[in-house]
């Protein structure tokens, strides 16, 4: 049932914590108070996606620890609208029933407002996979009542992304690049573009000639394909924010007959076969399950009373490979999901 924590303020101080950074304590978070017994905690979970296999891999991890802790959890699926994500986390603040959330958002900067109403009822916030808040490079907290940030940034992304791109066209002048986001309002999106932009531009051979949103759906991305092939029918390479809409870019060329680089995103099954198999230059590492099981137990152990966990953590830390699946490694990454 839901517990009665208390706002407290703290003096932030970072340590080194299994490779990620931590923070003793934060002034704009909620924490501390009174402990809950495990047996009485109730948490959310509010899923990206319940139809999408990066949100399916992320709620069942979340499920599992929690029913590992012996602590009920309950999923509520916002396939992939932020407007009725927000409004689950206000039915749920407004319910009473629960003493955290853990948020996987659809909308970071959108959502901030829930997490503060639910702050506002002593309710805290664990975000994972995408940062809530305006920054989308932000790795620690953003938003009163989020107490930790478990997942990525978008500006590594963009590097990583930028960095392969600018190693396929060194012996190519000019070199023509596309790029889909997958919603340009994005902060996440935003960042990721920035930097991808930023990187390749240090090479003066590379060209942007498109960018077009895909909306992170397969099909969506197809058809903007198949649009920046028409209009711009020398494009050497692709890149795509997610593998999904990866999927969609290959799927275009192919039956355009086009010879076109590829670079993914999120490092899915899927994608991670196409990297090892040299069809695809690489993908960028994300891992659904591990953020969502480590943000889960983080949640449970601040509701029970624990103060030295750990506030901001880089889950690319964790990853076997470094930040980028490539051919050259994809043997020794082991990807969290997909088909």
Do not use: H
């Amino acid at each position: 049932m839901k517990g009665a924590i208390m706002k407290s303020a703290a003096i932030v101080c970072f340590i080194a914590l299994t490779g990620a950074v931590a923070a003793c304590g934060s002034s704009d978070s909620s924490s501390g108070g009174s402990a809950v017994d495990k047996q009485d905690m109730s948490l959310a979970m509010f899923a990206y996606a319940y139809d999408d296999p990066w949100g399916v891999a992320q709620a069942e991890s979340a499920e599992e620890t929690a029913k590992e802790a012996g602590v009920d959890l309950k999923v509520f699926d916002a396939a992939g609208d932020a407007g009725k994500q927000f409004n689950q986390v206000q039915d749920a603040v407004a319910s009473g029933q629960f003493d955290g959330f853990v948020v996987s958002a659809v909308d970071g900067a959108g959502i901030s407002a829930a997490i503060e109403d639910a702050a506002a009822q002593d309710i805290q916030t664990v975000c994972i996979g995408a940062p809530c808040g305006p920054d989308g490079n932000g790795l620690k907290p953003q938003v009163d009542g989020e107490i930790a940030y478990v997942g990525v940034t978008g500006k590594v992304d963009g590097e990583v992304q930028g960095d392969l791109v600018k190693q396929f066209c060194k012996d190519k002048d000019p070199c023509q690049v596309a790029y889909i986001p997958g919603f340009a309002s994005s902060p996440v999106d935003g960042a990721r573009l920035d930097a991808f932009k930023s990187t390749v531009g240090e090479d003066k051979n590379i060209d942007v000639v498109a960018t077009a949103e895909g909306g992170y759906d397969q099909r969506q991305a197809f058809q903007v394909t198949q649009d920046m092939l028409q209009a711009n029918p020398d494009i050497d390479l692709i890149a795509a924010a997610d593998d999904g809409m990866a999927l969609g870019v290959e799927q275009a060329a192919n039956e355009a007959g086009k010879d076109v680089a590829i670079i993914g995103n999120a490092a899915s099954k899927e994608g991670v076969k196409r990297v090892a198999a040299g069809e695809w230059l690489g993908t960028s590492v994300w891992l659904p399950r591990s953020e969502a099981r480590e943000g889960t137990n983080i949640l449970i152990d601040s509701l029970s009373g624990k103060t030295d966990f750990p506030t901001a953590v880089d889950i690319r830390k964790k990853s076997t490979v470094g930040p980028v699946v490539t051919q050259e490694n994809a043997a020794d990454f082991q990807s969290e999901w997909g088909n």
